[in-house]
């Protein structure tokens, strides 16, 4: 074989094999962009003595099966909105949509973790995102983020992880002072109110790498805490929270950069 034709072999070998990749990748996204629209769910809370008040408030992701018909979602903690309300999902925005109840097994907002956890019992079969956490993401990954920005129906928000997991260090408070930020990873997606709780996938690993947690000023700018802060809470096993931590974290409900749900 002379080496102009080897040279042209080796150059369609390699562009088939990139061909391939390219291919394997977009099927992969698809199958996981499928999984996450049916595993997320918009989260209600319905509140009211003399009269019934009932609010889209924010995005929740089923991430585990436990039972039969027993399901585990995730969102952040700062969507309990109302003491002793009552909590539902449904598929999408919409009063034909069918409401499902669920029980809050897990709230942390006082403490340095933004999450809650919820349990749906249903029959029907619904597909289910793992957990992951910073070792299932790089900087620069894909993201995934399925939510219900502005209370419309879901949004497939694509983008990257801007940063990694920052802390008060990353920060310069001549610029200003960003409590929000800390201990999360920013990420570059559309994200409006509404969004906060939806589970950011990692497209590489097609695990939940995080939860959006908030907004800031930036365009297409948001902050999402990491799964690894939630899995002492999960397992038990959680870290005592300070006074200070307590303070910092209803602070956040004031912040300038926004509470950014939808209530």
């Known amino acids: 074989m002379g080496l102009k034709k080897w040279l042209t072999v080796s150059l369609l070998a390699l562009l088939s094999i990139v061909c391939a990749n390219e291919i394997v990748k977009d099927v992969r996204t698809y199958l996981v962009e499928k999984r996450a629209t049916e595993a997320t769910f918009v989260l209600i809370e319905q509140w009211g003595v003399t009269e019934t008040i009932t609010h889209p408030l924010c995005t929740a992701t089923a991430y585990e099966k436990t039972g039969k018909d027993t399901y585990h979602l995730i969102t952040a903690g700062h969507c309990y909105l109302v003491e002793n309300g009552k909590f539902f999902v449904q598929h999408d925005i919409g009063k034909k949509q069918t409401l499902y109840p669920v029980a809050v097994l897990k709230h942390e907002f006082d403490t340095p973790v933004d999450f809650m956890v919820l349990e749906l019992k249903t029959n029907e079969k619904i597909p289910t995102i793992p957990l992951g ?131």
């Open 133 to 263: 956490d910073e070792r299932d993401a790089s900087l620069y990954d894909p993201i995934l983020d399925v939510n219900f920005s502005l209370m419309y129906t879901k949004h497939h928000s694509h983008g990257v992880i801007a940063s990694n997991i920052m802390d008060e260090s990353s920060m310069d408070p001549d610029y200003g002072d960003c409590e929000l930020c800390v201990n999360r990873y920013m990420v570059q997606l559309f994200a409006g109110p509404g969004a906060s709780g939806s589970s950011v996938i990692d497209l590489n690993s097609g695990k939940i790498i995080g939860v959006l947690t908030g907004g800031t000023n930036a365009t297409l700018g948001a902050m999402v805490e990491p799964i690894s802060d939630f899995k002492p809470w999960l397992t038990g096993k959680p870290k005592p929270a300070t006074l200070w931590s307590r303070l910092k974290m209803r602070w956040k409900l004031f912040h300038p950069f926004g509470s950014h749900h939808g209530h």
